[in-house]
């Protein structure tokens, strides 16, 4: 008699669970489907974008292109040459001033701060603010760096207009980036290797820099290169801080203009639209060589860290 009324129920269970497979099956094939079209349809925008400027800027690149300089005016006459040179100096200055501000913020706060914030609570209370601050520069807009700069280093320190104005206030931009992307690369390094090295004897400092940071290495190198891209496309903090002269500077305290501040004069303030997709199609080039580069760097250090 049990079995008997056992029986339906079992089979009107499993009916149920079948059917409860079958719309969960259903439901996440249709949710796969959304993230997958969703990721088509950004493939497709970006290879439009990108093949547009490439192909239609194509046409105005050549070797004269890439190595006469501009010659100002209306006309947006002659090249690129002193641009790329100009780009090349800020790019190097910039990360001169921020990779060490950046990195060593961040092994403070990775490796020292916490310590240091068990301890005293006035310390705990910086520190908190310093990660507020960290990530709250991270939101601001880059005009916001810009007029900074402007009032800053520009004006109250009169560096002027100037590669040296321009650094610092780049160095600003990308800080928060440098900061972060060091602090993520810190965190992956297991525990276990730095106490295997204070159990072998080493100070905090040599298991710093000879076991944190080597593992740490190829993700303190993707956020550097990262800065690298941020700093060649950023436009509005070089306008006020940067200037604007078409002529190659000879030293940090004259001014100039980059790729992409030279693209920006080209569209708006010249008849030279050609030039303008040029410009934008060796910009485009450049920061997909800086992702190539990324992926082959990280992958390398990645495995040289790992023994492979």
Same mark, same amino acid.
Not at 239 to 247: A, D, E, I, K, Q
Not at 249 to 255: A, C, D, F, L, R
């Given at each position: 008699m049990?079995?008997e ?12 669970l079948?059917?409860n ?14 993230m997958?079209?969703? %990721? ?7 290879l ?8 239609q ?6 070797w004269?292109f890439?190595?006469t300089a501009?010659?100002g ?11 790329l040179?100009?780009? $090349? ?7 001169l ?10 092994i403070y ?20 603010i310093?990660?507020f601050a ?5 939101g601001?807009?880059?005009i916001?760096?810009g007029l900074?700069?402007y009032a800053l280093?520009v ?18 931009? $990308?800080l928060?980036t440098?900061i ?5 690369a810190?965190l992956?390094v297991p525990?276990?290797y730095?106490r %295997?090295s204070l159990?072998l ?9 000879k $076991? ?8 303190i ?6 800065? $690298?891209?941020?700093?060649i496309?950023?436009?509005a903090?070089f306008?006020?801080?940067?200037? %604007?002269?078409?002529?190659l ?7 100039g ?9 080209l569209?708006?303030?010249t ?13 485009v ?21 790992? %023994?492979?």
């Open positions: 049990i079995n009324n056992l029986e339906p129920m079992l089979h009107n269970n499993s009916a149920t079948r059917s497979l079958k719309v969960r099956s259903a439901s996440q094939n249709f949710w796969f489907s959304i997958w079209l969703a %990721g088509l349809i950004t493939l497709v925008v970006l439009l974008v990108l093949g547009y400027v490439i192909v800027g194509g046409k105005a690149v050549n004269e890439l190595t501009p010659r005016g209306l006309s947006g006459e002659g090249g690129i040459s002193t641009t040179g100009t780009t $090349v100096y800020l790019v190097i200055i910039t990360l001033i921020a990779t060490p501000l950046g990195v060593g913020a961040a706060l990775i490796e020292y701060a916490g310590e240091q914030g068990l301890t005293s609570p006035i310390m705990r209370v910086l520190i908190s310093t990660n960290v990530e709250t520069l991270a601001i807009p880059s916001i760096f900074f700069g280093f004006s109250t320190l009169r560096f002027g207009w100037s590669l040296l104005s321009a650094s610092l206030a780049g160095a600003c931009l $990308v928060p440098v972060r992307t060091t602090e993520e810190l992956t525990d276990d730095r %295997g159990a004897g080493a100070t905090k400092w040599q298991t710093l820099y $076991v944190v940071l080597p593992a740490g290495l190829p993700g190198i993707t956020g550097i290169i990262l800065s $690298v891209g941020r700093i496309s950023e436009t903090v306008f006020v801080t940067l200037g %604007g002269s078409h002529r500077p000879t030293s940090i305290m004259e001014g203009r980059t790729l992409a501040l030279h693209l920006y004069y569209a708006m303030d008849n030279a639209f050609d030039k303008a997709m040029g410009t934008g199609a060796v910009l080039i450049l920061i997909i060589l800086i992702n190539l580069t990324i992926n082959i760097i990280s992958s390398k250090l990645t495995a040289k860290v790992r %023994g492979g």
